[in-house]
């Protein structure tokens, strides 16, 4: 860096520059810090001679851009071990996390929670490291404790106390969840106008049922005994409130109790529950058409009424979403029949809409056709097909069960009508459901239901 002077008729003033290229890569200087005039500077330092001050701040200057700018050279002896027992890098990626944690007021909680119980282990520690270590090392207890002593600041947290806490935030979860929804929303905006609801469970790896670890029907199609989960969650998909269930239990009942609490502790009455149709039944659908509330869920075309089955799967009267045509000045939808569409390239979702009353609920039922989506399922049809050609072709695989399958204590005898013993069984295809599920390909159905239904189409 240097000094520039600039001299004009009543004064000279002092700048400092440095040498840069530009944009193209050509020499240019630019300012670095405007000094002033001589009577500034003067000003400022008093008996200096303004030049003199100007080169010796310019140089200043450079020798600190230098220290910054250097190499520092660091040495390391190969030879020398680490000391046991002493750490040289930890884990700080938690940081964000524990921002998050104080954000959501989860220590004040935790030490409201301590106050009330009066025990002596640290609850907010324990939950804290729990959090932490489930998003950055998801492992057992144990193994919690064990990967967090590499976290950047130490913990004094026993196996046994952690454990006796557990029983603690399970007892205290449903005041957790209300203060931690509460909080929440002063931190971010929660769109509770929609809340999604759906169950799944986890397995344990033990043989015999005991308290909420029962058998059941596992999403894993695992043989051990299972615990059932139920979670709301809102419509930026951020967890409100969930429920834990023995793995026997039928998912469908769950849905009405959770719902209960929600309207009680988070004070929320208008909301559209969305679910799958493993959660679709009559009681959930009636429950959530009363006051603010409605819902939307999948349906099966299958399980409908014949009249309402044989309108779903029609032809004639399909539409594409945003599709209209101006008839005398007015907008007017136009249908569409599938059998004039080249299945083989469409990929537009055609849909038709009606309103329907069942067992005193009035709901509307939209179908919904891809000829994509039949593409796709007929491909897997095929691949179905051929893995069960292959049984066919060696029976001895059909009946072949599970080590841990219970089933494997089951003997069935074929007989005939008479009461004679079958001695021989055949396996074939069934053309019949071939052809059914094959006319079910690219078809979707959901229902909608309101308070107070809108004029009908």
Request: net charge positive; with cysteine; glycine share 4%.
């Amino acid at each position: 860096m240097r000094i520039k002077k600039s001299v004009s008729k009543h004064s000279i003033s002092y700048s400092v520059i440095e040498n840069v290229r530009d944009i193209n890569g050509k020499s240019t200087t630019k300012v670095v810090e405007a000094l002033g005039n001589e009577e500034q500077i003067r000003a400022k330092h008093p008996g200096v001679d303004p030049e003199e001050w100007a080169r010796e701040y310019a140089k200043q200057l450079t020798e600190e851009k230098k220290k910054k700018s250097e190499t520092v050279m660091v040495k390391y002896n190969p030879n020398k071990s680490i000391a046991k027992g002493k750490m040289r890098s930890f884990n700080v990626g938690y940081l964000f996390l524990e921002s998050i944690y104080h954000q959501l007021k989860l220590d004040t909680i935790c030490k409201e929670i301590s106050e009330r119980r009066n025990f002596s282990y640290d609850l907010n520690k324990i939950l804290a490291l729990l959090i932490y270590m489930r998003v950055l090392h998801p492992t057992s207890k144990k193994g919690t404790l064990e990967r967090a002593d590499e976290l950047l600041e130490s913990h004094s947290v026993d196996n046994h106390h952690m454990y006796r806490a557990l029983d603690i935030l399970a007892e205290e979860s449903d005041i957790i969840e209300k203060a931690v929804y509460k909080n929440s929303t002063e931190i971010v905006k929660r769109k509770t106008e929609l809340l999604y609801y759906d169950c799944t469970n986890f397995y344990f790896e033990i043989e015999e049922a005991e308290g909420l670890k029962q058998y059941g029907m596992s999403k894993e199609n695992r043989p051990n005994p299972i615990v059932q989960m139920g979670l709301f969650l809102d419509g930026s998909g951020l967890p409100l409130a969930f429920v834990i269930n023995p793995g026997n239990q039928n998912e469908q009942p769950t849905l009405k109790p959770l719902e209960k609490r929600i309207l009680k502790d988070f004070q929320l009455s208008k909301f559209v529950v969305c679910t799958d149709a493993g959660l679709s039944s009559h009681e959930n659908r009636l429950y959530n058409s009363m006051s603010d509330r409605a819902f939307v869920t999948t349906q099966s075309i299958k399980k409908l009424k014949k009249h309402l089955k044989d309108w779903a799967l029609d032809a004639s009267g399909w539409q594409i979403v945003g599709s209209t045509q101006i008839i005398h000045g007015n907008k007017k939808k136009q249908t569409i029949n599938l059998n004039d569409l080249d299945m083989e390239t469409d990929t537009h979702v055609y849909y038709k809409e009606r309103w329907m009353n069942e067992n005193g609920l009035e709901q509307k039922l939209i179908v919904t056709f891809s000829p994509k989506h039949k593409r796709y399922q007929a491909g897997i049809r095929e691949k179905q097909i051929e893995r069960a050609q292959t049984k066919v072709n060696n029976p001895s695989r059909i009946e072949k069960k599970r080590a841990n399958n219970p089933d494997r204590f089951i003997q069935s005898t074929h007989v005939t009508e008479d009461g004679e013993i079958a001695r021989k069984t055949s396996h074939t295809l069934i053309p019949n459901r071939l052809m059914k599920k094959q006319s079910m390909m690219g078809f979707m159905g959901y229902v909608q239901t309101w308070k107070i239904p809108p004029r009908r189409l």
